[in-house]
Each structure stands twice: as C-alpha cells, then as structure tokens.
C-alpha cells in the first residue's frame, strides 16, 4: 500500500455501472476536506452510516452513494477496514507489526 491509496481491493459482488464492471476497488487516504462534517469517532467506531458518507468521497474509481448502500456487506467491511488503516500514524502501525499483528 501506498502512503496515499490502498491496494486495490476485489469484490465479491463486482459492480455494474452501465456497461462498466467494477471488479476491484482502491480507497484514497482521506484529506481534512473528504472527512468535512464527519465524526471521527464515529469511523473509529466502524459506523456503516459514516462509512456509506465517506466513501463515496474516497473510492478509486469513485462510487456512487447508491453503489456503496448496494454493496456486499463483506465488500463494504473489507473497505472500511482498508480505509482505517489511514487513521493510524506510522509508530502505531509499527508497533502493532512488531506485536506480531
């Protein structure tokens, strides 16, 4: 994973878009402005509600909000997991690794 987009992530349920498929999906890290008007304990907290409000904003392509409430539910946790991973600072991670996690 890059420092600003995740590895991309493939769906179980891949989405259809017109004659598009998406099949595998990348979140960007979020900026101060993709987090405007969010609660930030509320996507510590895992909230489906906050996740469906974000990641429309960060998605690589970018998913429609009607896109994101249709997801399968293990696509959609498998997104926010990879997207939480960005509020953890470098010596966090380091030491979650270094614990064997």
């Known amino acids: 994973m890059s420092a600003k987009l995740s590895d991309p992530i493939t769906l179980a349920e891949p989405i259809r878009r017109g004659d598009e498929t998406i099949a595998s999906v990348a979140v960007r890290k979020p900026d101060v402005g993709a987090l405007r008007g969010m609660k930030m304990v509320e996507l510590?907290?895992?909230?489906?509600?906050?996740?469906?409000?974000l990641l429309p904003r960060i998605t690589v392509?970018?998913?429609?909000?009607?896109?994101i409430e249709a997801l399968d539910v293990a696509d959609l946790v498998s997104l926010m997991k990879e997207t939480s991973v960005f509020f953890i600072s470098q010596a966090e991670m380091e030491a979650i690794e270094a614990a064997g996690g």
């Open 61 to 67: 392509p970018s998913l429609l909000p009607d896109e």
């Open 44 to 53: 510590m907290r895992m909230d489906v509600a906050s996740y469906c409000q």
